[in-house]
């Protein structure tokens, strides 16, 4: 059973805990381990969550951006660093890179395993060296994975820019890393995934049996919102965009076995989803691509619970049902307490509550 880890660790710990990950992680023939059961020990704790979205920093790419000229990129407020992308500034702090931190965070919380990915920006967002920061992202989440077993699931990041290099560091992620999952953002430097070049992503996913996590970029409106907002409205937004467009060009009747993840319960799409199916069904506006109303679509796509308001969460349930709504934090930047107690505060069968928590995780992720 692992030991409980402490909230603060020195820089030695933490940079000795990375090297060991990060090595691990360059084995060629490696494969990560399928995580199980947890020991009865374990379950005795109230560990049993799984969290489909949380996030870490990799401090080798912060490093990367502080170097460079161009955004994004990183820069130091005394002791700070600040993420720059556009005009959008924000703080990272030592614990956005400390997995020993998020680890204390979700043995507080009672979650067994977290699905880690970057946040952005993305490697699409750094033109020719997006395919490095790819590389680089990808081996720091796989070899924190392989440093603590059965806790971390890491998600693939792609340089989508560059489809050729996509498609090798996704066969390299896969066939050598032994990774799971995909984590495709709402836009890729301000185009969105449905669009045909990147519609070779959808069917190797397909035929690779790997769920891809949608999240949040930095969002296209960004005009409007502004920095205040962007996070609140913005990324929300984008979420309600990305999922509405991949509906509306038929991609989920293109690629039925597709296992696709939205988080924050959809964005603002459940509650907008009727006057689409009024403006393609009545007022007869719907593309060729569409072979159902688009609220029957939200059934064939999986949404996380990231949303601290419980009537939110409810109507989400009452929507598309237990079976499609999974546990996430969104940590570090939610404390996952919160989300715990907006799911709590639906007052749910103890069936509904451990689907929520871990079981459709488990079907999603393909787990053991």
């Known amino acids: 059973m692992p030991m409980l880890l402490p909230r603060q660790i020195t820089r030695r710990r933490f940079l000795a805990a990375t090297a060991t990950g990060t090595a691990a992680a360059t084995g060629v023939a490696a494969k990560l381990a399928v995580p199980g059961e947890s020991a009865p020990a374990e379950r005795s704790l109230g560990r049993f969550r799984i969290d489909v979205q949380s996030h870490l920093h990799p401090p080798e790419l912060l490093d990367f951006m502080e170097q460079r000229a161009l955004e994004p990129r990183v820069v130091r407020n005394g002791k ?41 920006p993305g490697p699409e967002r750094f033109g020719q060296d997006g395919a490095e920061v790819a590389r680089i992202a990808n081996d720091y989440l796989t070899g924190i994975a392989r440093a603590h077993p059965n806790r971390f699931l890491p998600l693939i990041a792609l340089p989508l820019q560059d489809i050729p290099a996509s498609m090798a560091e996704l066969g390299r992620c896969v066939d050598q890393l032994g990774m799971r999952g995909i984590l495709l953002y709402t836009n890729i430097d301000g185009e969105f995934p449905d669009e045909p070049r990147f519609r070779w992503l959808f069917a190797e996913a397909e035929r690779r049996n790997l769920p891809i996590l949608l999240h949040p970029a930095y969002p296209t409106t960004f005009p409007a ?53 009024h403006q393609t069904h009545v ?9 159902r109303r688009p609220s029957e679509y939200l059934r064939n796509v999986y949404f996380d ?64």
């Not at 703080?91 to 204390?104: G, Q, R």
């Open 225 to 277: 919102v502004q920095a205040q907002l962007a996070g609140g409205l913005g990324m929300m937004f984008d979420n309600t965009i990305a999922l509405t467009r991949i509906i509306m060009a038929g991609i989920l009747d293109e690629f039925p076995r597709l296992r696709l993840l939205c988080p924050h319960i959809g964005g603002t799409l459940p509650y907008l989803i009727g006057r689409l199916d």
């Open 80 to 120: 700070v660093r600040q993420v720059v992308v556009g005009d959008w500034t924000r703080t990272v702090k030592e614990s956005y890179s400390d997995p020993l931190h998020k680890l204390a965070a979700m043995d507080a919380n009672g979650i067994e395993m977290a699905a880690i990915s970057i946040n952005d």
């Open 305 to 368: 619970v990231v949303n601290p308001l419980p009537d939110a969460l409810r109507m989400m349930y009452d929507m598309v049902g237990p079976d499609r709504l999974l546990f996430a934090s969104d940590h570090p930047w939610v404390d996952p307490k919160i989300i715990v107690d907006c799911v709590e505060a639906l007052h749910l069968s103890e069936q509904d509550r451990l689907k929520i928590y871990r079981d459709n995780a488990r079907s999603f992720f393909g787990l053991a």
């Open 283 to 291: 007022l007869m506006r719907a593309p060729a691509t569409l072979r």
